[in-house]
């Protein structure tokens, strides 16, 4: 079936460090792709979304590429902030089917 | 738009009681979903409405949950009774299709501590 894998946290990064987290997926078709943030306290929050191959989803200086040769989606940003901590979430949905989110990545990022 | 609007934000109470959590979806989103996040097990879709009917409730623990969705603006997941290994956050999120292309949006959550 239908999955998400993402890498495992928690990710410890210094201010105006590179990030990368790692998503994979596994799915039939052609799904859509989404990375999710949720703050300290709050409900998960849209990031960025990517609907076909090789579309780059991008918000708020973070980016992720679909690449549907390695059944990826990896979110990156060139300089994290200490206002990024939160936890990302990687997320696939494929047409007639829900949602499948991965386990999510801590990140917190010291000044 | 207010977004996805969860109450109460935090419950807690004792094991045996019934617990209600409400929830009011973006006007306008046909799909109401019902998630259960712990430490544990991560997100967890408990159910799922598509205008007002439930489609998919495969995801509810045991009998003692219930959801309901009287109208396109409200739903409401009961646990009656409650134990303490329901205690988690619970989310209530909302979208105008199934596929998910725009995204589901989330309300605030509403953490449950059962003692």
């Known amino acids: 079936g239908d999955s998400v894998t993402q890498m495992e946290g928690p990710v410890t990064l210094s201010e105006e460090a590179f990030l990368t987290i790692n998503c994979t997926y596994t799915a039939t078709g052609y799904p859509s792709l989404f990375w999710y943030v949720q703050y300290p306290g709050e409900g998960l929050q849209l990031l960025l979304k990517a609907t076909k191959a090789d579309d780059k989803g991008s918000n708020k200086g973070f980016e992720a590429t679909y690449r549907k040769e390695t059944t990826s989606f990896h979110l990156e940003k060139g300089s994290v902030q200490v206002s990024d901590s939160a936890v990302y979430f990687c997320a696939l949905s494929n047409t007639g089917n829900q949602f499948y989110f991965g386990t999510g990545t801590s990140l917190t990022v010291i000044p | 738009d207010a977004g996805v609007i969860q109450s109460p934000r935090h419950e807690v109470t004792e094991m045996g009681q019934e617990v209600t959590l409400r929830c009011k979806p973006i006007s306008g989103h046909d799909y109401l979903f019902w998630y259960r996040q712990t430490m544990m097990r991560g997100l967890e879709l408990l159910i799922y409405?598509?205008?007002?009917?439930?489609?998919?409730d495969s995801g509810m623990p045991e009998d003692r949950f219930s959801a309901k969705m009287p109208n396109a603006s409200f739903s409401t997941l009961k646990i009656q009774p409650s134990e303490p290994r329901d205690s988690a956050v619970y989310f209530c999120?909302?979208?105008?299709?199934?596929?998910?292309?725009?995204?589901?949006?989330f309300g605030s959550g509403t953490r449950l501590t059962v003692v």
């Open positions: 999120a909302s979208s105008p299709n199934f596929t998910g292309n725009y995204g589901y949006t």
């Open positions: 409405f598509n205008n007002n009917v439930p489609i998919d």
